[in-house]
């Protein structure tokens, strides 16, 4: 290469201006073995920054992975959650069971208040039932006092009995 | 994420990582120490590097500021890193390629340059990022760059050209 090309490059050099391309041309041409004295200082610059550019990392780096969690660690934790969950909730409606007549749809309402009304009778016709029984009641607490009196004839007939056995 | 894939990521940019590291933090203990922090950093939150554009960039800007923070806490402590201790393994390496010593007073003239220019340098000359990318790695407009490269260039060439003039730094 001509000198004053190299000449012209170095100075494009100094004010940072070359391109990658013209820093090569440079280096290349300064890894000859003879170069024009003036230029000395730049041959032991490009030969030094080829030369570094060889120094190579050769220590070893220990890569230890850390402990990853995997996906199937992640899905039983999710799992145990749900059950979690569906515990919770199954609790939750026994315990709120009992409704109020506010919760029910005006059919059901209806059907409700029907059921209560046939229930209502059905009762009052049972209680009458009931009224009845209460004359038999009475005729069993009779009876009783009949059982009693009984007690009495009883007891006329065992001293009956004694005075029978004296004579 | 596997570690393979991981590792199919991180692995064409390690390197620009430890060398960067290397740049600002000076020791080679010291930048094996931030790569290897800045990779599992990243190897941690590997959920979020498909959100990452650039995942590159993204690991560049993260060492930029490891580093610095680094620094910082070790001034903050009156601790300098002790390069005495230091050596440069590769010297045999260097010798191999016939390089002068002069290559040596490049990479102790960088240390001097103030920390943004060094990683200006680094990216620039060494990595050969193009403008765009240091410019979303280091969160600077693109001319602010050139700015930066331009200076950092100059007082390396002359302070190099002294060292050279005068055989003496």
């Given amino acids: ?167 | 994420m596997t570690q393979s894939e991981f590792l199919n990521i991180v692995m064409p940019f390690k390197d620009k990582v430890f060398r960067l590291a290397k740049r600002l933090l000076v020791s080679k203990e010291e930048a094996e120490d931030a790569t290897q922090e800045i990779l599992l950093k990243l190897w941690n939150n590997k959920q979020k590097i498909s959100e990452y554009k650039n995942v590159e960039a993204f690991s560049m800007t993260m060492t930029k500021n490891f580093c610095l923070d680094k620094l910082k806490s070790k001034h903050a402590q009156n601790l300098k890193i002790v390069h005495s201790n230091y050596q440069d393994k590769n010297v045999s390496l260097q010798k191999q390629v016939e390089l002068n010593d002069s290559v040596g007073w490049v990479s102790k003239i960088m240390e001097e340059l103030p920390e943004q220019q060094k990683i200006i340098l680094q990216l620039r000359d060494i990595e050969q990022y193009d403008f765009e990318e240091i410019g979303k790695m280091l969160d600077m407009n693109q001319t602010a760059i050139r700015v930066s490269l331009s200076r950092a260039r100059k007082s390396l060439r002359e302070k190099l050209t002294k060292t050279h003039s005068y055989g003496v730094k």
């Fill in chain 1, 1 to 167: 290469m001509v000198l004053n090309n190299i000449e012209k490059l170095i100075e494009k050099y100094d004010n940072g201006e070359t391109t990658l391309q013209e820093e090569q041309q440079l280096k290349d041409y300064f890894s000859q073995e003879t170069v024009p004295p003036h230029l000395e200082v730049y041959k032991s610059m490009f030969q030094y920054f080829l030369y570094t550019h060889e120094e190579q990392f050769t220590k070893d780096v220990p890569l230890k992975s850390k402990k990853t969690y995997s996906l199937y660690q992640w899905i039983s934790v999710a799992a145990v959650a749900v059950i979690m969950l569906g515990i919770f909730t199954q609790f939750e409606i026994f315990q709120t069971q009992p409704q109020t007549l506010a919760d029910l749809t005006p059919q059901e309402r209806a059907e409700y208040e029907e059921a209560k009304e046939v229930l209502a009778l059905f009762s009052s016709n049972f209680n009458n039932g009931t009224d009845k029984l209460m004359a038999l009641n009475m005729v069993s607490d009779n009876f009783d006092k009949g059982t009693d009196n009984m007690a009495y004839l009883s007891e006329v007939s065992s001293t009956t009995n004694k005075i029978l056995k004296t004579n």
